[in-house]
Structure formats: structure tokens, C-alpha cells
């Protein structure tokens, strides 16, 4: 949950107001039985970025590693980390990316797949400029705080969502 | 001249100003509660969604008169997780709520089950904590609106904390612009589960017991945030409709205001008249 809230923070800060653009789809039909797709359900607290929508396969940052999702998926419940959900909506095609807090991906046997996460914003909407900065900001906080203190961990939470973020968008860090 | 049982005039003028200016507030307040039940209900449609993935492993909600009517169901301890408003002026939304509680509350308590309260909201606190003051473990007010995902993470923690074999979210779910229903989301803590809770799922991490309990947090989180939000667009609706009732109310008193007004004004020329003309013909005789 710790994870969630300083992810959630950071987002604040960073301002990226993605989700707006992301309500506009309309939920579409939920049609379980739709060729070789799974439904998808991905959610954020302020909106909901796509609900029973068919699409081939999601790539999902789970905690132990990333892992991917198709039709009759064995069940799986998993923790997520701050990384880079990645839905290919027809076979073949480049995947949507979204960078996304920590939170919960849940698969349940009838191929619906139910991501909920603190935040998200579309990977290409992400100012690739400021990574560095949040990330030498985040730098600053950690080396300042007290050990075992809760601005400790906080930064240390706001280091690894900067790594991250870096590591998706390709930018070095310093 | 005053005729019995009557208000002088000037008395009549001062409360039809006084009522007009009170029906000039509860217009506004009901402009105000419309324009911010738009709002409310916005985030309201845009939230619920982020519910969904919590219900498919949750009992699913049942109307609050019918939880209170099924109490032998619930587990031996119980938290009950009461979403208020901070503001009054809105209607019955926390009356209702308040008023099963009064009876719920002590009815358990007899029956030797564990209760304790969780208050989100001023108003439950002025409700609710004379009469059930002993069974009130916290009470959050006042952390401002709209209500945000922090603010229900940290409630969420300090729920989370306390133990209970079943937590259940009483709220005012949304409706319509004209309606709300007291409702209970009812949510069990992994420890108090049996047997091998989601035994057809794999678990990522596979620390199972970690992830469950985080996933317990975050769903309690979430079900406290669609809650309030849903508690949020009630109360306003609720507002705008009480407003709405009491500006009517406002308008019909003034009507029966300057009818009695007119009436005594028409008496007093009246009389004026007659003492004058009797006066006269007086002189005259």
C-alpha cells in the first residue's frame, strides 16, 4: 500500500492528467467468447480506462517479474509493481503502453482479467525530460533522510518508481 | 386595534422579511448542492468501475433494513465502517443512518457479539457519538472534498489495523437525483477466511499470506473510495432536494404572510375610517 501512496504522489507531482483523455472509451460489449481475446477491465480510482474490452493479450508488471496474459490464462491473482502494462489489443499490432503504480492484476478462469492501479498514464504522455529530475529530486530525499525513518522509505519508493519510469522510457540516469 | 390572536402588522412585516431572506439562502444552497452533485456524480461514474474488481470476491451489498434484520449471521466480532457526511442541511442521509445504528448497534451488543465503529464524517460523530460514544473506536472528519484515493488508502490502513472477523461499509449508495438507499459492503479479512482461501488461483509473488493481506488493504481501500464517493453525490442530491422542499415551504409562508399582512393592514384603515366618520358626524349632531 506503501508502494501505492508514493506512486501516487509522485504522480501528483508530476501532474500528467492522462485520464481524462482515457475515460473517452466507451465500454464495449463484453463478449467472452470473442475469438481468441480475453476481456480486460483496467481501472484507476478516477476513472476507468477500459472495461470489457476485448483484446489479444496485456503484459502485466507483476512483482516477481513480468508476466503475460492471452485467453485461458490459468487463474492468477498478482501484486504489482510500479512498471509498464503493456496491451497488445490485436494480434500483431505494437502494444498500448501505460506506466502504472503499484496495485492488483487478478485473472480469473473465464478469461477476464481485472487490473486496478493507483495510477496510470500512457507511457508516450510522460515528459521524458523530467524523469532525471524526479529522479535526482527522489536521490536528494533519500540520502537526506534519517535511517529507518518513513521519509526514508518514501524516497526509497520514489527512487525505484523514477528507476523504473527511466528504464521504460530509456533515459540514463546519472 | 391589535385583533386577538393576531401579529401586529409590523410584527407580520418583520417575519416576511426575515422568511425572505432565509428563502433566499436555501435557493442558493439548493443552486449550490445541484451544481456540486454534478460534479459528485462525475467522479461517481468515473470511480465506480475501480469497484468491480473487489466484488468478485466480496458477498455483493445488501440494503442496510435488511442487514439489520439478518444480525445472527455475523461473525462473533464486527467493524462497522460508517460513511457520514461533514455537513448538515441534507436531508435524512445521516438520520437514517444513525437510526439503525441506535437500534443495530446495542442489539448485538446484547447478543454478546464484538461491535466497534468507524466513523467517516462529522455528522456521524454528532449522531452518533453521544448514544454509541463506548463502541466508537475512531472518527475521521472534516478532510475536505472531493475525497481522493489518499485520503481513503490512509483510512484504509487504520482499518485495516483494528481487529474484526468482518468489516462492513455502511454508506448512502447513489441512486438517482432523487433517490439513495442505506447500503452495507460487507469485506472479510484474510485471517478471518476458512479453509484455503482462492485455491483455483496462483499467487504472484507466491508468499501468499503477504499478498493476500495487501490485497485485503487495497480492497478495503477501494471500497471505502467508491463508498464515499457514492456517500458524496447522495448528500448532495439529498441537499439539493431538502433545499428544494424548504425554499417551497419559504414562498408558501410568505403568501400566508402577506395575507394576514393585508388582512390587518385593511383592518386598521378600516377602523381609522369609522373613528374618523364617527368623529365627524359627532361635530356635526
Not at chain 2, 448542492?33 to 461514474?45: F, V
Request: hydrophobic content about 45%; proline content about 4%.
Amino acid at each position: 500500500m506503501l508502494v501505492a501512496r508514493g506512486i501516487f504522489q509522485l504522480a501528483a507531482r508530476r501532474g500528467v492528467h492522462t485520464t481524462r483523455i482515457l475515460a473517452s472509451t466507451a465500454p464495449a460489449a463484453a463478449d467472452a467468447s470473442s475469438g481468441d481475446n480475453l476481456i480486460l477491465n483496467f481501472s484507476l480510482p478516477a476513472a476507468s480506462i477500459y472495461r470489457n474490452k476485448p483484446v489479444a493479450s496485456v503484459v502485466i508488471p507483476g512483482l516477481a517479474g513480468e508476466y503475460g496474459v492471452t485467453k485461458n490464462h490459468s487463474p492468477v491473482i498478482a501484486e504489482l509493481k510500479a512498471g509498464v502494462v503493456q496491451i497488445v489489443h490485436e494480434t500483431g499490432q505494437a502494444p498500448e503502453k501505460f506506466f502504472v503504480s503499484g496495485g492488483f492484476a487478478l485473472t480469473h478462469a473465464n478469461s477476464v482479467t481485472d487490473i486496478a492501479v493507483v495510477e496510470a498514464a500512457k507511457l508516450e504522455d510522460i515528459d521524458v525530460e523530467e524523469v532525471p529530475k524526479i529522479y535526482a529530486e527522489a536521490m536528494k530525499d533519500y540520502n537526506a533522510a534519517a535511517e529507518g525513518s518513513k521519509e526514508k522509505v518514501e524516497a526509497q519508493i520514489e527512487v525505484e518508481v523514477a528507476k523504473s519510469l527511466a528504464g521504460a522510457l530509456g533515459v540514463a540516469l546519472t | 386595534m391589535v385583533a386577538r390572536g393576531m401579529a401586529s402588522e409590523k410584527e407580520i412585516a418583520a417575519r416576511m422579511k426575515s422568511t425572505a431572506g432565509i428563502n433566499k439562502i436555501t435557493k442558493t444552497m439548493k443552486m449550490v448542492a445541484a451544481s456540486k452533485m454534478r460534479g459528485d456524480e462525475d467522479r461517481l461514474k468515473a470511480g465506480r468501475p475501480f469497484q468491480k474488481w473487489v466484488d468478485g470476491f466480496t458477498p455483493p451489498p445488501v440494503l442496510l433494513e435488511d442487514f439489520a434484520k439478518s444480525l445472527d449471521k455475523l461473525p462473533q466480532s464486527n467493524l462497522l465502517v460508517i460513511i457520514t457526511t461533514d455537513r448538515g442541511l441534507c436531508g435524512g442521509v445521516n438520520s437514517s443512518l444513525a437510526r439503525v445504528m441506535k437500534h443495530m448497534v446495542p442489539a448485538l451488543d446484547k447478543e454478546k457479539k464484538d461491535v466497534q465503529l468507524f466513523i467517516v464524517g462529522d455528522k456521524g460523530r454528532a449522531t452518533m457519538g453521544r448514544p454509541l460514544g463506548e463502541f466508537i473506536t475512531q472518527i475521521n472528519s472534516d478532510s475536505g472534498t472531493p475525497y481522493n484515493f489518499s485520503l481513503a488508502a490512509a483510512l484504509a490502513q487504520d482499518v485495516t489495523q483494528i481487529k474484526a472477523d468482518a468489516v462492513h461499509v455502511v454508506f448512502n449508495r447513489f441512486r438517482s437525483a432523487i433517490a439513495y438507499e442505506a447500503t452495507v459492503k460487507t469485506l472479510y479479512p484474510p485471517a478471518a477466511l476458512t479453509g484455503e482461501p482462492y485455491v483455483e488461483y496462483e499467487f504472484e509473488p507466491d508468499t501468499k499470506t503477504e499478498v493476500l493481506d495487501d490485497m485485503y488493504e487495497m480492497a478495503i481501500a477501494t471500497t471505502m473510495f467508491t463508498s464515499m464517493l457514492e456517500s458524496a453525490a447522495a448528500e448532495q442530491s439529498s441537499r439539493m432536494n431538502a433545499m428544494e422542499n424548504a425554499s417551497k415551504n419559504g414562498e408558501d409562508l410568505i403568501k400566508e404572510l402577506s395575507i394576514q399582512y393585508n388582512r390587518a393592514r385593511q383592518s386598521r384603515i378600516t377602523t381609522e375610517l369609522v373613528e374618523i366618520i364617527s368623529g365627524a358626524s359627532a361635530l356635526e349632531g
